[in-house]
């Protein structure tokens, strides 16, 4: 059997994402026509026939049609083609490697391994430099050959994005769950893999990484974690070959972060050396990978600096998209997924990294309108550096899961398997619930946990994004955007399980079960946060400084001294340490207010601490920009060095009742004590009574 390179590709699209693939997003990604895509579509057609397949085209949509069977035998036959016929696309990337990987190479020497002739390389080199960053040059030498001209952090940039084009539909992530590696998935992800990192090498950052994954407390989804694997898997290959990333000022800054720790001993455990001999560049290199994760949680935590800018930044970015749509957007919901968001993206955007998005071509194509509102808005609030169509795509399916948003009654519960991160599994569960109002109960669940909560709860129906190879278990494999198609298969699969009367009354009971169930839990948990609130309003206090202090040091040192009458234990100085010279600071002022914000934890507080301060004086404290601004009001939040993760969003609540709130500015600025203190115990009383719902 014989394909064209271009042929082959839109055959292994169609087999490698096992969905439906749009025509246009073919041609994209091929930078051809549609029309040429259907000419090469009927290449194939008599070939398909003898394997028992065929295709569909309906709407711009290519779907394969036949028995699984029959498509792992032409799949079988697909892999055992000679690549000696590369695409463009293909040849380019051959070549963009070597360049990654050589000092220098000569043009007959690529041309030879390729076979081609020189002129195509020379324009192969053409069009890989028109897709280069500015910063990166292609370097022609007559004599000495071809050569990339980047930094090392560059490269690996490179070599990552590289790798993140050629691994569609999350086969990475199929590779890296150990039940499913089997031989056709261990020859696609090697072939295109061990040519920049060995295999050998491969294993063991997985094993440090899945190491290191099981002990952090925040929640790493798992498209996030296969991506920190072929990041390190690369930092470490280069570093065995004797190319480093030399330390340099943001080095000594990712010093103070504690995923600095945590790089250095997983690269001194993937090298079998000490972490005291850990290069400080690369610790350094991996700890802004480490602080740019995409995370699973979406609940706002304990206020750290980056935390208020990111919250500010959120409250702007909703209210232009608000203002762009001449719509009202659900806050709560939308303000917790954009905050765990976008704190690892502005990190990402600082540092230059990139983040790959499988999806941002059906984005643009499906929510055109709404990504150029996205888009827009996020521009007028972030001005630093230029973003990516990727993270703005990840924006937009925040903003499209609220839209897409519907209250409806319904009857079945579902598991819906994504490892896209919140964004896109939100999107997913609502457009399912706006188009299959049956579905009343949707949790969603990573690869890696999908066992467990299989096995812990019984559902009707089990959806996934990902091929989840031989399971036990029956599925519907669908794209992260529906089609009509797979809502139409998903409706009539939820009208057959109506059938029996036994069948329903075994469902009726079973759901009798589960509301028990979460009745206790719930009741339990608002049993707990009932007790914080209550702390926290017993130790609440609005008082005025009347000294005429004049600094922020000597300001946190009497504030600190007053909470000894309700604190006797209080280590004084090691909280005026932890506010003034702790390498982040604590306190900051916010924006457009007179307000500062001052938030800690420290070992010598037993108790949530919330309370406000008028001053005699106005002082000068900085500002996230690092400007100087005058405040004449602190509000502090001071907790215990371990502190449950319900006591920390009440904290990260009462954080965000400073932030863009009119009301409660005018209130500390013109208000009596009472009427402080009367506002912020109806604030503490409805987040209390918000949470039954």
């Known amino acids: 059997m014989y394909l064209s390179a271009r042929a082959r590709l839109i055959m292994e699209q169609l087999l490698t994402n096992n969905r439906p693939v749009f025509i246009n997003e073919l041609a994209e990604d091929l930078r051809v026509s549609p029309r040429t895509i259907r000419r090469d579509l009927k290449e194939v057609e008599s070939i398909l026939a003898s394997y028992q397949l065929k295709f569909t085209k309906e709407h711009g949509v290519l779907t394969l049609i036949g028995q699984d069977s029959d498509k792992q035998r032409f799949r079988w036959q697909l892999m055992d083609l000679s690549y000696s016929d590369y695409s463009p696309e293909e040849r380019q990337q051959k070549i963009l490697k070597v360049l990654l990987k050589e000092e220098s190479i000569k043009l007959v020497g690529l041309a030879n391994d390729l076979n081609v002739t020189i002129s195509t390389i020379s324009n192969d080199l053409t069009k890989i430099e028109e897709r280069l960053p500015n910063t990166v040059k292609i370097e022609r030498r007559r004599g000495f050959g071809v050569s990339?001209?980047?930094?090392?952090?560059?490269?690996?940039?490179?070599?990552?994005?590289?790798?993140?084009?050629?691994?569609?539909?999350y086969r990475l992530l199929k590779f890296f769950q150990e039940k499913s590696r089997d031989l056709a998935t261990n020859d696609w992800v090697e072939d295109r893999l061990l040519d920049l990192v060995s295999e050998s090498l491969l294993k063991k950052v997985e094993q440090s990484v899945k190491n290191w994954r099981s002990n952090t407390s925040e929640g790493i989804n798992d498209e996030a974690y296969a991506n920190l694997i072929v990041h390190i898997s690369i930092s470490v290959e280069r570093m065995i070959a004797g190319n480093f990333i030399q330390p340099n000022g943001t080095s000594d800054k990712m010093r103070d972060y504690p995923e600095f720790i945590a790089a250095q001993n997983m690269l001194a455990d993937i090298l079998d050396m000490e972490a005291e001999f850990v290069p400080v560049g690369e610790a350094a290199y991996v700890t802004t990978h480490l602080r740019g994760l995409k995370t699973t949680e979406n609940s706002i935590y304990f206020m750290e600096n980056e935390e208020l800018e990111v919250m500010i930044l959120v409250k702007q970015l909703i209210t232009n998209v608000e203002a762009e749509l001449n719509q009202k957007l659900p806050k709560e919901l939308l303000t917790k997924g954009l905050i765990a968001h976008l704190r690892p993206t502005l990190r990402r955007l600082r540092q230059g990294m990139r983040i790959y998005n499988p999806l941002i071509h059906s984005i643009k194509q499906d929510y055109a309108d709404l990504f150029e509102v996205v888009r827009r808005?996020?521009?007028?609030?972030?001005?630093?550096?230029s973003v990516p169509d990727e993270e703005i795509g990840y924006l937009v399916l925040h903003f499209g899961s609220v839209l897409l948003q519907l209250e409806s009654e319904n009857s079945f519960s579902g598991l819906v398997v994504c490892a896209s991160g919140?964004?896109?599994?939100?999107?997913?569960?609502?457009?399912?619930r706006q188009r299959i109002p049956q579905l009343k109960k949707l949790e969603t669940v990573s690869l890696f946990e999908l066992g467990k909560k299989k096995a812990e709860g019984s559902y009707n129906i089990i959806i996934s994004t990902i091929d989840l190879g031989q399971v036990d278990f029956d599925y519907f494999l669908v794209s992260p955007i529906l089609t009509e198609r797979e809502l139409s298969q998903i409706s009539v699969f939820l009208k057959s399980l109506h059938s029996g009367y036994h069948k329903k009354i075994a469902q009726e009971e079973?759901?009798?079960?589960?509301?028990?169930?979460?009745?206790?839990?719930?009741?339990?948990?608002?049993?707990?946060?009932?007790?914080?609130?209550?702390?926290i309003l017993k130790n609440f206090s609005y008082s005025k400084l009347n000294e005429n202090l004049g600094t922020m040091e000597d300001t946190i040192r009497v504030i600190c001294t007053q909470l000894l009458e309700k604190v006797p234990e209080l280590d004084v100085e090691s909280l005026v340490s932890t506010f003034l010279y702790d390498g982040n600071w604590k306190a900051f002022g916010i924006p457009e207010t007179k307000i500062g914000l001052f938030h800690a934890r420290n070992e010598s507080i037993k108790e949530p601490f919330f309370?406000?301060?008028?001053l005699e004086q106005s002082i000068y404290i900085e500002t996230m920009d690092h400007t100087k601004m005058l405040i004449d009001r602190?509000?502090?939040?001071?907790?215990?060095?371990?502190?449950?993760?319900?006591?920390?969003?009440?904290?990260?609540?009462?954080?965000?009742?400073?932030?863009?709130?009119?009301?409660?500015?005018?209130?500390?600025?013109?208000?009596?004590n009472e009427e402080v203190t009367t506002y912020f115990i109806q604030k503490l009383l409805i987040y209390l009574e918000s949470r039954k719902k």
Do not use: C, W
């Open 510 to 535: 079973q759901a009798v079960q589960l509301t028990l169930l979460e009745a206790t839990h719930f009741l339990e948990q608002q049993q707990v946060f009932a007790s914080i609130v209550l702390t």
């Open 377 to 385: 808005a996020f521009d007028q609030v972030y001005q630093e550096k």
């Open 422 to 432: 919140i964004g896109t599994s939100r999107m997913l569960v609502t457009r399912l």
């Open 634 to 672: 602190i509000a502090l939040l001071l907790v215990p060095e371990k502190f449950s993760q319900e006591g920390l969003e009440v904290i990260s609540y009462i954080s965000t009742l400073f932030v863009d709130n009119n009301q409660m500015i005018q209130l500390l600025e013109n208000g009596m």
């Open 148 to 169: 990339l001209k980047a930094d090392e952090a560059q490269k690996r940039s490179l070599m990552s994005a590289l790798f993140g084009e050629q691994f569609p539909d």
């Open 611 to 614: 309370q406000l301060f008028s």
